[in-house]
């Protein structure tokens, strides 16, 4: 021990004196209050969900380690920084810390927006020789639709003889936020749903979206059921090392660019929290310093968003595959947008389902905030983060060993709360909070507790258990469908999910030979035959619904609309995407054997929006806005 403490800081005390300073303005940050208005037809949706790292499974910790370290976002680590048992530390700091800022902005955006519609969805980091590094979600936030889904982290760069300089850190004051919004591909099909990204993560955010697209496509061509799951963007960063160079279709935090079909680029901050609020954080946090340096102003950007977007379009592909867990036929008359009573009952009963799931899992939401944020954990995180910026002020103007001595004992630290909360010892010597006094040598003195690692299978759900005790108890939600309501209790949300289905299935009987499962669909640019969900007369696409067509090169039409003799015919919405072109174009308005004909809406990457006049498939020129016939979701 005596050794590798030695090594250490012979390493730490090389260099120049730091400073360690932040910007005190977010390029998120807003004047505007903004009132958030749903038009939405669904009751069944969330309007937010906020996906983060809380777990690493121990079968991960050790390819997380590595992947943190030579894929940091700042610069580049060093061969012989990169195995030091801090920068370990550094790295479980970054989910330690993530559990806790997230919640800043969970409870900010809950506070504003209608009860229930803001979801937490915690991931566990795993591993295994298939897939490599990738994470999944451990509750069934995700299976519910969303309006928006942020991927929200904080982020230390991993050299520890650096934290002192430039790189981006979240230690003390200083904040270092990863941000991603997205959405279902609908929402805007030019950049697959992606909406905005933290300028390192956009590559890996790209093609996560990406992918969630051409798999939803190939799945529905197929007949099949789509169980991808989209993977926190942060993790796939790490797991790809974003080697693609391919350009991207992107735009600046700025008004004048807004209306370009790009993603928005965030800027990596280091933000300077409140000094004021973080001297006496622990015995008053009433006034949250994150929320005042970064929160508030990315939650009036997030509420712009939701006013400025088609909430039916954004949540319609993700109420169809929730559907399809009641009533597959169900599902498929909803792609057909089918009238009729029978119909109709069924889907209301199907919703108000869904939107009782959504309650039950807004309550678990409740309960990990309550964990994560008001209790111990939060407590001994304020502890820390209190301690830390004592620290930092104390040594700001004194020598570089000084300062990297603080910082490498108070970034351990907060890998030891981790991992102590991870294996349960929350109780332990690793949860004390940080005193101005701490010698490096003591925190060494900690290594058996922060060493101990969690070897259960059932870790992730153990860790939730700890931070959120409340997650435990039975939940129970009424459900109101028509003029009857019913009172679904379970103690998980398995247990809810068969009550659902069971109560579905006793009150109406499932949609049975409606749709034929062959219809044919086609598109004049493909050789190949597509698939057609929806009215369907002798064998081909005939009236509303969905149809798809994929060719072996890769490219792909959806489209959404009216159909006659197997071809777009009608008012619709086709997305085109082809092998060898980056992003998808949109058509949006009157189609006639297949092409574009009338005033039509045109959306490709990297462009403005704009309406033409269409010819059998060609353009013709401008035409007027009030002219086009939009797509109803």
């Not at 790209?206 to 529905?220: F, I, N, P, R, Y």
């Not at 867990?325 to 889907?347: I, K, M, N, T």
């Not at 890769?554 to 197997?566: H, I, K, N, P, T």
Request: negative net charge; aromatic residues 8%.
């Amino acid at each position: 021990m005596i050794v590798i403490l030695a090594a250490l800081l012979a390493a730490l005390v090389s260099g120049c004196a730091g400073t360690a300073r932040g910007t005190k303005a977010s390029a998120l940050t807003s004047a505007k209050d903004v009132e958030v208005t749903d038009y939405s037809l669904s009751k069944a949706d969330a309007l937010v969900v906020i996906r983060y790292p809380a777990i690493i499974h121990t079968d991960a910790e050790e390819p997380y380690f590595h992947a943190f370290s030579i894929n940091a976002i700042g610069g580049d680590v060093p061969p012989a920084n990169r195995t030091k048992k801090v920068t370990t530390r550094i790295a479980q700091s970054v989910i330690a810390k993530s559990n806790y800022y997230v919640m800043s902005l969970y409870r900010e955006l809950q506070r504003e927006l209608p009860e229930n519609t803001v979801l937490l969805s915690p991931h566990i980091v795993l591993w295994d020789r298939e897939d490599g590094l990738y994470s999944r979600p451990i509750l069934a936030t995700e299976q519910i639709p969303s309006v928006l889904t942020l991927d929200f982290g904080v982020y230390s760069y991993p050299d520890p003889t650096e934290l002192m300089e430039s790189p981006p850190v979240t230690f003390g004051d200083l904040v270092t936020p990863l941000l991603v919004v997205h959405s279902n591909r609908w929402m805007q099909p030019s950049t697959n749903g992606l909406i905005l990204a933290s300028d390192p993560l956009l590559r890996a955010s790209w093609d996560q979206s990406e992918s969630a697209a051409l798999h939803d496509v190939e799945t529905k061509f197929s007949y099949g059921v789509t169980e991808w799951q989209r993977e926190l963007d942060f993790v796939h960063f790490l797991a790809s090392r974003n080697s693609d160079s391919r350009s991207l279709p992107r735009k600046g935090l700025n008004e004048s660019r807004r209306q370009l079909m790009s993603v928005e680029q965030y800027p990596v901050e280091k933000i300077r929290l409140d000094g004021l609020l973080l001297e006496n954080l622990v015995a008053d946090y009433s006034r949250d310093p994150f929320v005042e340096a970064f929160v508030r102003g990315a939650g009036a950007s997030i509420k712009s968003l939701l006013n400025s977007v088609d909430h039916d379009r954004a949540t319609f592909f993700a109420r169809q595959q929730a559907l399809a867990r009641f009533d597959p036929e169900l599902a498929v008359a909803f792609l057909a947008r089918s009238g009729g009573e029978s119909v109709r009952a069924r889907l209301q009963l199907a919703e108000a389902l869904i939107e009782a799931e959504r309650r039950f899992l807004a309550a678990q939401s409740a309960g990990l905030f309550e964990g994560a944020y008001l209790g111990d954990y939060g407590n001994k995180m304020r502890e820390m983060i209190q301690g830390e910026y004592s620290l930092l002020e104390d040594r700001r103007d004194m020598a570089r060993k000084q300062n990297v001595t603080t910082a490498f004992a108070a970034l351990a630290l907060a890998g030891s709360i981790y991992a102590a909360s991870a294996s349960g010892a929350v109780s332990g010597i690793a949860m004390q909070g940080v005193s101005a006094t701490m010698a490096l040598g003591a925190l060494w003195a900690m290594s058996s507790t922060m060493d101990t690692r969690a070897d259960s299978a059932e870790m992730s759900e153990n860790f939730l258990a700890l931070i959120a005790p409340a997650l435990e108890r039975q939940i129970s939600v009424q459900m109101e469908w028509l003029e009857s309501k019913e009172r679904i209790s379970a103690l998980g949300f398995a247990e809810f999910r068969n009550k659902t289905l069971t109560l579905y299935q006793s009150r109406v009987r499932s949609l049975q030979g409606e749709f034929e499962d062959d219809c044919q669909f086609r598109h004049p640019g493909f050789r190949a035959q597509g698939r057609w969900f929806g009215s369907c007369v002798g064998g081909v696409a005939d009236g509303r619904g969905y149809g798809v067509v994929v060719d072996a090169a890769g490219s792909s039409v959806e489209y959404l609309g009216d159909a006659a003799g197997g071809l777009p015919s009608g008012t619709g919405g086709m997305i085109a995407r082809y092998a060898n072109r980056t992003g998808a174009f949109y058509f949006e308005g009157g189609f006639d054997a297949g092409l574009p004909n009338g005033v039509v809406r045109v959306e490709e990457p990297g462009r403005k929006p704009r309406t033409r006049e269409f010819r059998a498939g060609k353009d013709v020129g401008s035409a007027s806005e009030s002219q086009l016939d939009r797509l109803t979701f």
